[in-house]
């Protein structure tokens, strides 16, 4: 029943999921008490929902733009349960702005395996993924990625191997501009963005430690999958769905290093394991196994989420 609601991408089951995301999202606003709304803070608010409702439906677009997935709503349905497991990420502009350009930087590379306008959307990509390190430092490990799809695609242009290079000066200068004018001390601001921190102790309680042993389990499952059924998968896009696989493992290992650690530093991972969770159920397969998995998943996301109110 949950599969044939969203097997199909519809108006319907987009504006479902709009206003699911609208529903959680002032549950969420509501709970702070402390919280004196103004109209900067109920625009910054808004601001906030756009940034991240674009961010799904860019995801959609790259899954269904490069055939990834299915004419399906599944994509937008998983990004949405993701979002569930970490709640706070509804607050955390930082890293909704750095993921958005991470986003806008991934549909670029994921594009690129038609050979069209190669250098433009390297470029692009570059130029997105250093901007995305403004917000989030270390965001910046994303800028493999572009090297990666350069030696799938075009590496025998070495003019494309110093794109990436040429949008980091680009960015570089835009940013001194910016921090000139704002008094702002552009060594103190990367040294203090480039530091780490391996201890994985941020957890203040039970609840958000319960929410991430199941979102672990979950993308482990979905990887796993995806790495066990890409031998049978199209060859045209092997490459993407290694790329896909690649951005999630980068969007790990930032969570990983990162030094202010939170669990909203795992919505870099959300967009590539959106897609292999819709990959994973567009398989051929029982229909019962697919209702289980949806069903698993939803239950799974509601429990954390108003667990962790």
Same mark, same amino acid.
């Given at each position: 029943?949950?599969?044939?609601?969203?097997?199909?991408?519809?108006?319907?089951?987009?504006?479902?999921?709009?206003?699911?995301?609208?529903?959680?999202?002032?549950?969420?606003?509501?709970?702070?008490?402390?919280?004196?709304?103004?109209?900067?803070?109920?625009?910054?608010?808004?601001?906030?929902?756009?940034?991240?409702?674009?961010?799904?439906?860019?995801?959609?677009?790259?899954?269904?733009?490069?055939?990834?997935?299915?004419?399906?709503?599944?994509?937008?349905?998983?990004?949405?349960?993701?979002?569930?497991?970490?709640?706070?990420?509804?607050?955390?502009?930082?890293?909704?702005?750095?993921?958005?350009?991470?986003?806008?930087?991934?549909?670029?590379?994921?594009?690129?395996?038609?050979?069209?306008?190669?250098?433009?959307?390297?470029?692009?990509?570059?130029?997105?993924?250093?901007?995305?390190?403004?917000?989030?430092?270390?965001?910046?490990?994303?800028?493999?990625?572009?090297?990666?799809?350069?030696?799938?695609?075009?590496?025998?242009?070495?003019?494309?191997?110093?794109?990436?290079?040429?949008?980091?000066?680009?960015?570089?200068?835009?940013?001194?501009?910016?921090?000139?004018?704002?008094?702002?001390?552009?060594?103190?601001?990367?040294?203090?963005?480039?530091?780490?921190?391996?201890?994985?102790?941020?957890? #203040?309680?039970?609840?958000?430690?319960?929410?991430?042993?199941?979102?672990? #389990?979950?993308?482990?499952?979905?990887?796993?999958?995806?790495?066990?059924?890409?031998?049978?998968?199209?060859?045209?896009?092997?490459?993407?769905?290694?790329?896909?696989?690649?951005?999630?493992?980068?969007?790990?290992?930032?969570?990983?290093?990162?030094?202010?650690?939170?669990?909203?530093?795992?919505?870099?991972?959300?967009?590539?394991?959106?897609?292999?969770? #819709?990959?994973?159920?567009?398989?051929?397969?029982?229909?019962?196994?697919?209702?289980?998995?949806?069903?698993?998943?939803?239950?799974?996301?509601?429990?954390?989420?108003?667990?962790?109110?």
């Amino acid at each position: 029943m949950i599969t044939s609601v969203f097997k199909k991408s519809t108006p319907l089951n987009l504006i479902l999921v709009v206003i699911l995301m609208l529903v959680f999202f002032f549950i969420v606003q509501f709970q702070d008490s402390s919280l004196t709304y103004s109209a900067s803070l109920i625009l910054k608010k808004a601001l906030l929902f756009t940034v991240l409702l674009s961010s799904v439906f860019i995801t959609n677009f790259i899954a269904k733009k490069n055939g990834l997935s299915k004419d399906s709503s599944y994509t937008i349905f998983f990004y949405l349960l993701f979002i569930l497991f970490f709640s706070t990420i509804f607050e955390n502009t930082n890293i909704l702005l750095a993921n958005f350009f991470i986003l806008l930087a991934l549909r670029r590379l994921i594009s690129l395996q038609s050979l069209k306008a190669s250098k433009e959307k390297i470029f692009d990509a570059s130029l997105w993924i250093f901007v995305a390190a403004l917000f989030h430092f270390w965001a910046i490990l994303f800028i493999f990625l572009v090297f990666i799809s350069i030696l799938f695609h075009v590496s025998r242009d070495y003019r494309n191997w110093i794109l990436p290079f040429i949008a980091f000066i680009a960015v570089g200068i835009i940013f001194l501009f910016f921090s000139t004018f704002y008094s702002i001390n552009a060594s103190e601001f990367i040294i203090n963005g480039a530091t780490t921190n391996l201890e994985i102790d941020y957890f #203040t309680n039970n609840y958000q430690n319960i929410a991430f042993s199941i979102y672990t #389990t979950i993308a482990l499952f979905f990887i796993i999958s995806m790495v066990i059924s890409l031998p049978n998968r199209p060859l045209l896009l092997n490459a993407s769905f290694k790329k896909i696989i690649t951005s999630f493992i980068i969007g790990a290992i930032l969570f990983v290093i990162s030094p202010d650690k939170s669990s909203d530093l795992l919505l870099f991972t959300f967009a590539p394991l959106a897609i292999m969770a #819709t990959s994973h159920i567009e398989l051929k397969q029982l229909k019962l196994k697919q209702e289980m998995v949806l069903f698993v998943l939803i239950i799974c996301s509601l429990f954390t989420f108003f667990s962790q109110l």
